[in-house]
């Protein structure tokens, strides 16, 4: 059984063909090819991460979630509304939860959504809760400059909800995380400056740490490569993507690739994979899903979904 | 599973590099000499995470630094 979760983007898009007309040594098709993206979303003006998480939050209860039931809130954002409070104590009251819930946000990119699972997986298993709202909302859009033509070209914004209740714990493994603060410059966004992407520095970041995580996660759930059904990493770009899965010799068929229409959402890669996964039926009862997020931090971590 | 697609570099003429990197960048070969300005092959950060891609199949590591230095074709050759 799948995790309850969904995804929302904003309505605005950009799209290929609107870079090109500000990179013009670059053709469509060429972006397309490196980094596997046609078009990603971007927030307007008028609306922020807040706002993208209020959404998917909503379109989860439509979906047959009760807010009520709702006694933890876990908020992914690297782009919050304000200093102080943090933005999960707003989207409580927004989403009429009830104020016996905690809500605390946390400060993690593209490995937020794992860190998210495993806070969630303990905060039930512990007894600290029964059901967790695991959200992950970005916006890095409004972070980059106008002509930074590589991450223009590679980031988008997006929001996930997940319901974390206990049948759900039951189906995630054990988890592998992992931190280097001495690449933090690597991806930083300094106050009041444009976000910085050292893109070769993250590659190779990326290429050291996923099979060494790939090996601890296998060793910590007692499980053989060979014996998982698909791999499910954050949705970098194509090319890393590709470099990651010939490098670690996984096979296509059991590698996960879909950003085409969406881009780097940074946290939310991997649910927004996941949702995607399930829809196309490559995932089915008793399958084995490794997920890993990697970046910014730098920061990392895997586990194993038991489908 | 299957074998890994990169093969080592070590042991390969100059020549093969240049066209073994022109076809992992998209150059034309025959345009291409150690000589030849980076800056006139489109280069950005998309192909400098290919030739880093490259360089480790080669079993070389390049740094950021090390990358965003290279100015001609010759320099990438030298790493690799």
């Known amino acids: 059984m799948g995790l309850r979760l969904e995804d929302y983007f904003p309505e605005t898009t950009l799209a290929n063909a609107d870079l090109v007309k500000l990179f013009p040594e670059w053709t469509e098709e060429k972006i397309l090819s490196k980094t596997g993206i046609g078009s990603r979303y971007v927030t307007s003006d008028k609306e922020d991460a807040l706002d993208l998480a209020e959404r998917v939050c909503l379109k989860l209860f439509e979906g047959g979630v009760d807010s009520k039931m709702i006694d933890f809130i876990l908020l992914c954002t690297q782009s919050p509304r304000y200093k102080l409070p943090s933005s999960a104590c707003i989207l409580q009251h927004k989403l009429g939860i009830p104020t016996s819930a905690g809500a605390l946000d946390y400060d993690l990119g593209c490995s937020g959504f794992v860190y998210g699972l495993a806070m969630a997986k303990g905060f039930v298993k512990g007894g600290i809760a029964n059901n967790v709202l695991l959200v992950t909302a970005e916006t890095y859009t409004k972070y980059i400059g106008e002509m930074d033509k590589p991450t223009r070209t590679i980031f988008g914004d997006g929001a996930t909800a997940t319901l974390i209740d206990e049948a759900a714990a039951d189906q995630i493994g054990e988890f592998v995380l992992g931190t280097d603060g001495s690449g933090a410059e690597k991806l930083i966004l300094r106050e009041g400056e444009r976000l910085f992407m050292d893109g070769p520095e993250i590659f190779n970041f990326t290429l050291d740490v996923v099979p060494k995580t790939m090996d601890e996660i296998c060793a910590k759930n007692n499980i053989a490569r060979g014996d998982i059904d698909l791999f499910v990493f954050h949705q970098a770009n194509k090319f890393m993507l590709d470099t990651i899965r010939k490098v670690n010799l996984i096979p296509h068929e059991k590698f996960y690739v879909n950003l085409k229409d969406t881009g780097n959402t940074v946290s939310s890669t991997i649910p927004i994979a996941l949702k995607r996964a399930e829809a196309e039926g490559r995932l089915e009862p008793g399958m084995k899903v490794m997920i890993m997020g990697f970046g910014v931090g730098l920061s990392w971590g895997g586990t194993i979904l038991s489908y | ?80």
């Open chain 2, 1 to 80: 599973m299957g074998r890994n697609d990169f093969e080592l570099l070590r042991g390969f003429e100059m020549e093969e590099k240049i066209e073994m990197l022109a076809d992992a960048l998209e150059w034309e070969a025959s345009k291409v000499s150690p000589q030849t300005p980076l800056d006139e092959l489109g280069w950005d950060s998309m192909s400098m995470m290919t030739v880093i891609a490259v360089a480790r199949a080669a079993g070389k590591m390049i740094s950021g630094d090390q990358i965003r230095a290279m100015v001609k074709v010759g320099d990438i050759l030298a790493a690799i």
